[in-house]
């Protein structure tokens, strides 16, 4: 990326912001998130339905922090293409100005 003018590097950390924030939407719809509300002991039958709902509640919990971490990083790399706008404002001649 080092030969990118700081137009390109703040366009390209944008669009690697878009998709980390694509990626979290997706995941947050995924049906995966109804497994829970679906999961209790009328559906599951045997001697572990409790350990399996524990189970994947602690999983559901995993893949909610991990949405939040993909839009965390996506708003570090919006700051940082603000502060290649920033950079591009002072050396104009390289490439610089929104």
């Known amino acids: ?4 003018s700081f137009d390109e590097r ?17 995941l947050e719809r995924a049906s ?3 497994l829970l509300e679906q999961s209790g002991e009328v559906t599951w039958s ?12 602690a999983h559901l919990r ?4 991990g949405i939040g971490d993909l839009r965390h990083h996506a708003t570090q790399l919006d700051d ?18 929104r």
């Open 32 to 34: 995966v998130h109804q």
């Open 62 to 65: 995993r893949l909610t922090a």
């Open 80 to 97: 940082l293409a603000d502060d290649v706008d920033r950079q591009a404002a002072l050396y104009p001649s390289a490439g610089g100005g």
């Open 46 to 57: 045997g001697p572990r339905p409790d350990a399996c709902r524990s189970a994947l509640g």
């Open 10 to 26: 703040a366009r390209w950390l944008r669009v690697r912001a878009d998709h980390l924030r694509a990626l979290a939407s997706r």
């Open 1 to 4: 990326m080092s030969t990118l």
